[in-house]
């Protein structure tokens, strides 16, 4: 079984500083893992992926992320955070076992506050 | 690239009403579609995956009968929400899938409200 853990429900930022959201993962093959960013009443829009390669992922708008095996994790940062960043943001993974499909497990979402 | 259309955005009807979302690839080959809920504040929650020409798989626990899902093209899924209940009230999500080593792609939503 696959599971995703964002430990923040909640991040607040100043604008300008860095930001980083937590996650960590559970996969029992290789994780294929994604970001995703929700702002109200809207759907998800994908910010970036790990699907293999450099460690370091960059995406849309900014945001980059990190994936390190040992620690199981995929954190994603922005260096300098907008008010406009201000979102829902879900990390997911599936296993990059071509059978397993590619059903995505979600985690429980964190909240990103930009303040002015 | 990567667009997927969900209508309606919004719906408001009586108890015991059918109510159909319909969710397009507009510039991709979707041969994977998704539908999922999603309540206030929560993550999303997999309802079913349907391959095109194949039947859903539903997840645990959600009604087949209740929530008819049909992919008759790869891109065009439709998700059948049959005597809407206001328990059935939600944020409902599609999103669709080419390769299998693709992102999905998501919808906008639909909000449905049952009075």
């Known amino acids: 079984a696959q599971s995703v853990a964002q430990p923040e429900d909640q991040v607040n930022v100043a604008e300008g500083n860095p930001l980083t959201v937590k996650c960590t993962y559970s996969v029992s093959g290789n994780p294929y893992l994604f970001w995703y960013v929700q702002y109200p009443n809207r759907g998800l829009q994908f910010l970036l992926k790990?699907?293999?390669?450099?460690?370091l992922v960059k995406g849309s708008y900014g945001f980059e992320a990190e994936f390190n095996k040992s620690q199981t994790s995929f954190h994603l940062k922005k260096p300098s955070a907008l008010v406009s960043d201000s979102a829902l943001y879900f990390c997911?993974?599936?296993?990059?076992?071509?059978?397993?499909?590619?059903?995505?497990?979600f985690g429980g979402g964190t909240r990103v506050l930009v303040k002015p | 690239g990567a667009v997927v259309s969900q209508h309606p955005s919004r719906v408001i009807c009586k108890s015991g009403t059918s109510v159909k979302i319909e969710c397009r690839s507009l510039d991709f080959q979707a041969t994977t579609m998704f539908w999922y809920r999603q309540f206030p504040k929560q993550s999303l929650m997999l309802m079913a995956t349907s391959n095109e020409g194949s039947k859903a798989t539903y997840e645990q626990g959600v009604e087949k009968d209740k929530f008819l899902i049909n992919h008759a093209s790869l891109t065009l899924s439709t998700l059948t929400v049959t005597s809407a209940h206001p328990e059935d009230s939600s944020f409902y999500i599609c999103?669709?899938?080419?390769?299998?080593?693709?992102?999905?792609?998501f919808g906008d939503g639909t909000r449905l409200s049952i009075l």
């Open positions: 790990y699907i293999t390669g450099d460690n």
């Open positions: 999103s669709a899938s080419g390769y299998w080593d693709q992102p999905q792609h």
């Open positions: 997911a993974v599936r296993d990059s076992i071509k059978a397993a499909g590619n059903k995505l497990t």
